[in-house]
């Protein structure tokens, strides 16, 4: 079985840009969180949806928005990217949003310039 | 104050010595926790989900202690091949069951 996946694995973006981040969840879940995790710190919570509604949401700016689609993949985007913005991006699925594990895709590596 | 704490290390220790990495959070109402490992430029991987009766996975051990709202891993005999980042996480299923995880801790097992 297929475990989560990401695309892109890398991405070069522009200051200004926009950028659209994909996540394939395993089959079966339907729920799907983000996390941005910046060098040498752990990974913060972006968005959490679950049954294609927005379950959780980090403390993030407006920039960042996600949706899932009927299929339980997701979608981050960020809009008027900043430096700062560079980062690995998680995507984590698990069955249920409580009590159960969850599992990580390999990441998106965004470099902002 | 971070709601989950770790000592970023590193810690650099010989193959076969015994290391221990301490985790506190803030938040009381906190009512999963785990520790996971992230090799370099990886995603984090579940190394073992901690309990407050402690639990044990061969050379690992794992003890909640609820009170002081601490966590604590211990790896026994290390191996070259257990170097990497170990991630203290918490759930909080008030919070929507979102994962908060410390800043890790760096292990270099040297030979």
């Known amino acids: 079985d297929a475990g989560v996946t990401q695309s892109p694995t890398h991405l070069i973006k522009t200051r200004g840009q926009q950028v659209t981040l994909r996540c394939s969840p395993i089959s079966g879940h339907k729920s799907v969180s983000w996390y941005q995790q910046v060098l040498g710190q752990g990974p913060q919570f972006i968005f959490q949806?679950?049954?294609?509604?927005?379950?959780g949401r980090g403390n993030f700016p407006d920039r960042f928005s996600a949706r899932q689609f009927p299929n339980y993949s997701s979608e981050l985007n960020v809009n008027a990217l900043l430096l700062g913005d560079s980062a690995l991006y998680l995507c984590a699925s698990s069955s249920h949003t409580e009590n159960t594990e969850a599992f990580f895709g390999q990441g998106t590596r965004l470099t902002v310039v | 104050r971070k709601e989950v704490e770790q000592d970023p290390g590193p810690f650099n220790v010989p193959e076969g010595a015994t290391v221990a990495f301490n985790c506190t959070y803030s938040n009381s109402a906190s009512q999963s926790f785990f520790w996971y490992r992230q090799d370099c430029r990886k995603e984090p991987k579940l190394l073992m989900s901690?309990?407050?009766s402690g639990n044990e996975d061969g050379r690992f051990t794992a003890q909640l202690n609820r009170a002081s709202q601490y966590i604590s891993l211990l790896i026994r005999d290390s191996k070259l091949s257990d170097s990497a980042t170990y991630l203290c996480?918490?759930?909080?299923?008030?919070?929507?069951?979102?994962?908060?995880f410390g800043q890790g801790t760096e292990l270099s097992v040297k030979p």
């Open positions: 901690v309990y407050s």
């Open positions: 949806y679950y049954e294609k509604e927005e379950r």
């Open positions: 996480v918490v759930k909080s299923y008030n919070q929507g069951g979102k994962l908060i």
